[in-house]
Every structure is written in structure tokens, then in C-alpha cells.
Nanobody
Framework: VQLVESGGGLVQPGGSLTLSCVLS????????MYWYRQAPGKKREQVAR???????TYEDFVEGRFTISRDNAKNSIYLQMNNLKPEDTAIYFC??????????????WGQGTQVTGSS
């Protein structure tokens, strides 16, 4: 299984970006999908989650600015980010988690895409 993120870049405060993540080697509908981020010198933190049933949750710092979505037909998830702040600067990672009925756990990560807020 492979996850490949794209869509990062340099953006001014208040700007918008949409990140994408494509899963290959398996079927997206089997997984709970996450976006995480890691800023320089800080620990990786969860940003948003979308369940197999399309229930979406966000960390408090998102403050209604980001939207996570999934398209199982395209084996892809997205993170629409609006009103970006300098403190959103980080590498953003896509993550897929699956727990089977047999108790097997699968956990896959992408390589990350850089988002840089610059004034």
C-alpha cells in the first residue's frame, strides 16, 4: 500500500490550499483516513479524520478553517485549507488505518507535502 500526497506550497496568510492524497495497492473504503502535520521542532499532530462512514472530526486549532473529504471512487482524500496562518507551516502527512475483524492492524503513511505560510 502506498500513499502519495500533493498540493503543498507557499501561501500568504489568509490564503488557501487543497492537499490531495492518493492510496494505491488497496481500497480506500477499507480505511479510516487522517491528515497529520509536523512543524519544525515539534511533534507530529493530528489535524483531521474521516471515518469509513464519512464522519469528519477536527482538532481545535483548525477552528473551522479546514475541510477533510474522501472520494472512495478515486481512492483519494483531500484537505481544503482556508484562511491559512503562519503557524500552519508544517509538513502534512496522509495516514490510513484499518482494523480487521480478525484483529489485524494496518497503518500506512505518505511521505508528506510541505505547506509554508509566508508573509
Amino acid at each position: 500500500v502506498q500513499l502519495v500526497e500533493s498540493g503543498g506550497g507557499l501561501v500568504q496568510p489568509g490564503g488557501s490550499l487543497t492537499l490531495s492524497c492518493v492510496l494505491s495497492g488497496s481500497t480506500l473504503s477499507l480505511y479510516v483516513m487522517y491528515w497529520y502535520r509536523q512543524a519544525p521542532g515539534k511533534k507530529r499532530e493530528q489535524v483531521a479524520r474521516v471515518t469509513r462512514g464519512d464522519i469528519r472530526t477536527y482538532e481545535d486549532f483548525v477552528e473551522g478553517r479546514f475541510t477533510i473529504s474522501r472520494d472512495n471512487a478515486k481512492n483519494s482524500i483531500y484537505l481544503q485549507m482556508n484562511n491559512l496562518k503562519p503557524e500552519d507551516t508544517a509538513i502534512y502527512f496522509c495516514n490510513a488505518k484499518r482494523l480487521t475483524g480478525k484483529g489485524e492492524e494496518f497503518d500506512y503513511w505518505g511521505q508528506g507535502t510541505q505547506v509554508t505560510g509566508s508573509s
